[in-house]
Nanobody, 123 residues
Framework: QALLMESGGGSVQPGGSLRLSCVASGRASRRACVAWFRQSPGKEREGVAEIPTEGGTSYHHHSVKGRFTISRDSAKNTVYLEMNRLKPEDSATYYC????????????????WGQGTQVTVTS
């Protein structure tokens, strides 16, 4: 069984910060890549950032580069998404996903998905 559990979402003012966590267990903890996606009502699911689980370079979508940082703690089977300087357009449900590669920001590469955590950026 593969399980991904997200946490850390919430409501924050523009310019604020949040840190999302994704804990992987079972088969999901052995996948080669972990990524964060987001989706807001009426929009396509969008890849935000991805990171290989066994070393290698992470990648961030241009819309979040310089504001968001993906990282991993392999000992805890946890991947984080540090989000700074949040904007209203960052509001979405954020999903953690795991796959066997190739690592990238296309949802078709990912087999295991979490239930999502809501991020709302509003004044």
């Amino acid at each position: 069984q593969a399980l991904l559990m997200e946490s850390g979402g919430g409501s924050v003012q523009p310019g604020g910060s949040l840190r999302l966590s994704c804990v992987a267990s079972g088969r999901a903890s052995r996948r080669a890549c972990v990524a964060w996606f987001r989706q807001s009502p009426g929009k396509e699911r969008e890849g935000v950032a991805e990171i290989p689980t066994e070393g290698g370079t992470s990648y961030h979508h241009h819309s979040v580069k310089g504001r968001f940082t993906i990282s991993r703690d392999s000992a805890k089977n946890t991947v984080y998404l540090e989000m700074n300087r949040l904007k209203p357009e960052d509001s979405a449900t954020y999903y953690c996903a795991a796959g066997d590669g190739p690592c990238g920001l296309s949802a078709v590469f990912y087999k295991d998905w979490g239930q999502g955590t809501q991020v709302t950026v509003t004044s």
